[in-house]
T-cell receptor
Framework: GESVGLHLPTLSVQEGDNSIINCAYSNSASDYFIWYKQESGKGPQFIID?????DKRQGQRVTVLLNKTVKHLSLQIAATQPGDSAVYFCAVISGGYNKLIFGAGTRLAVHP | GAVVSQHPSWVICKSGTSVKIECRSLDFQATTMFWYRQFPKQSLMLMATSNEGSKATYEQGVEKDKFLINHASLTLSTLTVTSAHPEDSSFYIC?????????FGPGTRLLVL
């Protein structure tokens, strides 16, 4: 079955630096990937998505990179701000009916 | 994306009682909604798929008689935790799919004493 994992459980960065959060997946047939941000006590918030026919997609201060060869995707946050502090999850569509498989999550801590 | 609400945001109940959690899609008609459970410092685990007008589909290991799901309309799904026990204490989150993307509610914190 599908498994999704993250390389680092916790990432500490200085305010203003760029952050990179990594994610690995196991199913080479996965074709849709989403990054979510979850603040403490809240539901996950959609950040950005990417399909397998792309290798890069940019949003506002965020970029997602997809490397299908090694089944790896990353989320880059430019000029990280204190409000970016949260847990970030990658999620992969698996099977029918839009069933999402979530990674373990990476906690991003932004220090002033 | 879809705007999703949940009620209540938190609930404390005694062991053995039942608790109902509502999930509403405020601006989008959803024939399907999803229910997740999240324990502290862990990821989200899909519990079941709620289907409007038909039975819910449960993930392996999730007891359908314990976690009753009713998708009564295109904007409302309810999850009832029956005979709740302390081990059912968790953060319950629903989501609404819009296309392939899922939009999540704010979650319901359940504490069973």
């Amino acid at each position: 079955g599908e498994s999704v994992g993250l390389h680092l459980p916790t990432l500490s960065v200085q305010e203003g630096d760029n952050s990179i959060i990594n994610c690995a997946y196991s199913n080479s047939a996965s074709d849709y990937f989403i990054w979510y941000k979850q603040e403490s006590g809240k539901g996950p918030q959609f950040i950005i998505d990417i399909r397998s026919n792309m290798d890069k997609r940019q949003g506002q201060r965020v970029t997602v990179l997809l490397n299908k060869t090694v089944k790896h995707l990353s989320l880059q946050i430019a000029a990280t701000q204190p409000g970016d502090s949260a847990v970030y999850f990658c999620a992969v569509i698996s099977g029918g009916y839009n069933k999402l498989i979530f990674g373990a999550g990476t906690r991003l801590a932004v220090h002033p | 994306g879809a705007v999703v609400s949940q009620h209540p945001s938190w609930v404390i109940c005694k062991s053995g009682t039942s608790v109902k959690i509502e999930c509403r899609s405020l601006d989008f008609q959803a024939t399907t909604m999803f229910w997740y459970r999240q324990f502290p410092k862990q990821s989200l685990m899909l519990m079941a798929t709620s289907n409007e007008g038909s039975k819910a589909t449960y993930e392996q290991g999730v007891e359908k008689d314990k976690f009753l799901i009713n998708h009564a309309s295109l904007t409302l799904s309810t999850l009832t935790v029956t005979s709740a026990h302390p081990e059912d204490s968790s953060f319950y989150i629903c989501s609404v799919p819009e296309g392939e993307t899922q939009y999540f509610g704010p979650g319901t914190r359940l504490l069973v004493l």
